[in-house]
């Protein structure tokens, strides 16, 4: 597609239950990032996947968090019996994997979690 | 990874130049500097790359000195729509990219 997609948009859960993020990068970007940032603080790196390998999950949190990648493009961030520290903005992004241009992110509008 | 360090805060008028400066002493040979752009309630947004010297295009110049320690974002003429926070990243690969808090820019009138 012509930018990166993400859905849903706004997600409100109770305490407790799963939550299922997903997210569709541009077309040929064989990287992909997923951040969370909380109000008024700066981006939290979670997991980067290169093509549909995650060589880095340095950043996910607990084990309550987890990620995948099918077919080198869409990937689900799956946070379980979810808490109220999880309410944030989870960013996806996605760039080419090598060269300049692999620090060249482009960023979707986010997923607002709300936790209860 | 290179670490950066940038200005928590900086405040500007309308139509001044704004420099914003990015220390990343331990940079690594092919690792290029990269600056995004934050506006609330959206994704950071792309502005300019660069490896060395100086890199301009129609949104900001990105000065770089030989030794590579440090780099400058220059946004010309700054207008209140440039509010924002200013993220400096080092990086070669993308490889789990550390954005860190940024430096927050308000223009005021």
């Known amino acids: 597609g012509a930018g990166v997609s993400q859905s849903p948009s706004n997600k409100v859960t109770e305490k407790g239950k799963d939550v299922e993020l997903r997210c569709d990068p541009i077309?040929?970007?064989?990287?992909l990032y997923w951040y969370r940032q909380s109000l008024g603080q700066g981006l939290e790196f979670l997991i980067y996947?290169?093509?549909?390998?995650?060589?880095?999950k340095s950043g996910l949190p607990s084990d309550r968090f987890s990620a995948e990648r099918t077919g080198g493009s869409v990937s689900t961030l799956t946070i379980q019996r979810t808490q109220q520290e999880d309410s944030a903005v989870y960013l996806c992004?996605?760039?080419?994997?090598?060269?300049?241009?692999?620090?060249?992110?482009?960023f979707g509008a986010g997923s607002r979690l709300t936790v209860l | 990874l290179a670490k950066t360090t940038q200005p928590i805060s900086m405040d500007s008028y309308e139509g001044q130049e704004v420099n914003i400066t990015c220390s990343h002493n331990?940079?690594?040979?092919?690792?290029?500097i990269t600056w995004y752009q934050q506006f609330p309630s959206q994704g950071p947004r792309f502005i300019i790359q660069?490896?060395?010297t100086k890199v301009t295009n129609e949104v900001a110049s990105l000065f770089i000195p030989a030794d590579r320690k440090s780099s400058t974002l220059s946004l010309p003429r700054v207008s209140l729509s440039d509010t924002a926070v200013y993220y400096c990243?080092?990086?070669?690969?993308?490889?789990?990219?550390?954005f860190g808090k940024g430096t927050s820019l308000l223009v005021t009138p």
């Open positions: 331990n940079i690594a040979t092919n690792d290029y």
């Open positions: 990243l080092v990086s070669n690969s993308g490889y789990a990219l550390n």
């Open positions: 077309s040929g970007h064989t990287a």
């Open positions: 996947f290169q093509g549909n390998s995650a060589p880095d």
């Open positions: 660069g490896y060395k």
């Open positions: 992004a996605s760039s080419l994997g090598s060269g300049s241009g692999a620090n060249v992110l482009t």
